[in-house]
């Protein structure tokens, strides 16, 4: 028992102690209960003034003497007195003790009395206690329970911080209003059984709001499905989780249909919207989690678009492989001489030389001017290869490109350009009609 619902258990336990060993009349049958080690004192009936003479009867298949006022015949076992010439009093109960018991009285006429004897036992294991949503009203329910024990325990539900007493019971269950409520307050349950252990034992809730996960943003083709998730996190007890759309104020609850599938998976839950429609369903949906303890809501943009024309990207793919394909096969056309020549000659060993050739005539085009042997040398290439003297840019550029030059690279491809642009103006002047 905690240090703040202690001081007012002891009482309740005095009382009910006090409830224990007296008689529970039902007509003429009564229950008693005891407590095991304990002694009982089983009543033959609730007759004032004088008494006949009475006999005690155990019930069991078939009765079983135990006692009588006729002190010729002795008790079935020194457990077992008369009290008051009529009252049976059994000495340290145990369970076994549990069952029925019969007096049989004979004064004018003879008169049968029934007691059912029970046997208090504290409930074996800890109390256990939740919260949830309470059905049919925004409210939120608190249950203890402490099972297996008898008579029924009580319950006292207390607040923390602070230890205010929300509610005393013999069921556990307290209701508890909105502003009762806050993110993150517990509530203790301290139990409280007649035969339990002195201090009680106890269990604590702890309540919080929900959080919400979802995607900002969805997007559906017309026709197709679409599914918006939206996740609660934190909630307990767990939240209840709508969806609405803000199409008018208020917004609406979207209830199931063959359009829209509403699934939860704990504390998941999906909208799938089948065959989308920019008129139906493009806009803001809201995903809302519900609890006492409070109230949360994501907004969720869905925008509907026109389906993709697969035909149309792959003819555009494919056109542009086409293309990318015609570049490059042009391009190798156009310097296969270069290769050509270079490759010839790799074969007859003068291949450092030529390219040594390569290099510095490109670094005199970038310097303007350089040293004469060189020149020489271009020129002694030129006579080699006169037919590519007038590709002598060309032939720089793609030195600059096996070396990685990027701004060579750059201009190259510029001037590449430039060049295919003029071969085309020249086609296109040749078109022209004279
Ligand atoms: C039970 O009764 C006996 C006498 O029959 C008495 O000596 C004993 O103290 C009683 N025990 C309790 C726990 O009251
Ligand atoms: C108990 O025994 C008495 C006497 O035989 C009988 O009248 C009564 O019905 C029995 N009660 C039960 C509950 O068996
Ligand atoms: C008491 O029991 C004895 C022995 O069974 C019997 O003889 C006697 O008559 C009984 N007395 C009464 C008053 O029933
Ligand atoms: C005692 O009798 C009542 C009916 O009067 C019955 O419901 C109960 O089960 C009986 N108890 C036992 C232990 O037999
Ligand atoms: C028993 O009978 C006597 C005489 O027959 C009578 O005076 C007495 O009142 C009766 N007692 C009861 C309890 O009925
Ligand atoms: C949409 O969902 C429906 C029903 O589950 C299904 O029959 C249909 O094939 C789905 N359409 C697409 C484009 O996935
Ligand atoms: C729907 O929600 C958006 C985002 O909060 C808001 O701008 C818009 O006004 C809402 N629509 C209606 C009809 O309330
Ligand atoms: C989808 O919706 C359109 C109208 O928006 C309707 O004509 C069509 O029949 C629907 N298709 C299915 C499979 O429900």
Not at 350 to 367: A, K
Request: proline share 6%.
């Amino acid at each position: 028992m905690a240090a703040g619902g202690g001081a007012p258990e002891p009482r309740v336990l005095v009382c009910l102690g006090a409830l224990l060993a007296a008689w529970v009349a039902v007509g003429l049958e009564a229950v008693v209960i005891g407590e095991v080690h304990e002694n009982v004192t089983l009543h033959c009936g609730n007759i004032l003034g004088p008494r006949g003479l009475v006999t005690w009867y155990r019930n069991d298949s078939e009765p079983v003497f135990l006692l009588s006022s006729n002190s010729s015949l002795p008790p079935a076992e020194p457990r077992f007195s008369l009290v008051d010439a009529n009252s049976l009093h059994i000495k340290s109960l145990s369970l076994g003790d549990e069952g029925n018991y019969t007096c049989q009285e004979i004064l004018n006429v003879t008169q049968w009395f029934q007691v059912w004897l029970q046997v208090a036992n504290p409930p074996p294991s800890a109390p256990q206690c939740w919260a949830q949503m309470a059905s049919g009203s925004f409210m939120l329910q608190l249950t203890c329970r402490w099972d297996g024990g008898y008579p029924d325990p009580d319950f006292v539900w207390i607040e923390e911080p602070g230890g205010v007493i929300v509610g005393k019971s013999k069921l556990g269950v307290e209701m508890l209003s909105e502003s009762q409520l806050s993110d993150g307050k517990k509530f203790k349950c301290v139990t409280s059984h007649i035969v339990g252990p002195e201090s009680g034992a106890s269990c604590v809730v702890q309540i919080r709001g929900p959080s919400l996960l979802s995607e900002p943003m969805k997007t559906c083709f017309v026709g197709g499905n679409v599914t918006l998730t939206c996740q609660v996190s934190g909630a307990y007890p767990p939240a209840k989780i709508l969806w609405l759309r803000n199409l008018s104020q208020p917004e609406v609850v979207i209830q199931p249909s063959s359009r829209h599938l509403i699934t939860q998976d704990g504390q998941n839950s999906t909208l799938t919207i089948h065959n989308c429609s920019q008129d139906l369903d493009e806009g803001y949906y809201v995903c809302r989690a519900e609890s006492p303890v409070g109230v949360r809501e994501v907004e969720i943009w869905l925008s509907v678009k026109e389906p993709l024309n697969i035909g149309g990207i792959v003819g555009t793919i494919v056109s542009l492989l086409l293309l990318g394909l015609a570049i490059i096969s042009g391009l190798l056309l156009y310097y296969s001489p270069v290769f050509c020549w270079k490759v010839g000659n790799t074969f007859r060993g003068q291949n450092m030389d030529d390219v040594m050739v390569l290099v510095d005539s490109e670094e005199e085009e970038e310097e303007e001017g350089d040293a004469a042997v060189e020149e020489e040398e271009e020129a002694h290439e030129r006579e080699e290869l006169p037919k590519e003297i007038p590709k002598q840019d060309h032939i720089h550029r793609v030195t600059a490109l096996v070396n990685g030059n990027i701004e060579q690279m750059g201009n190259g491809f510029q001037d590449l350009q430039d060049d295919s642009s003029e071969e085309h103006s020249d086609i296109v002047q040749e078109d022209r009609p004279v």
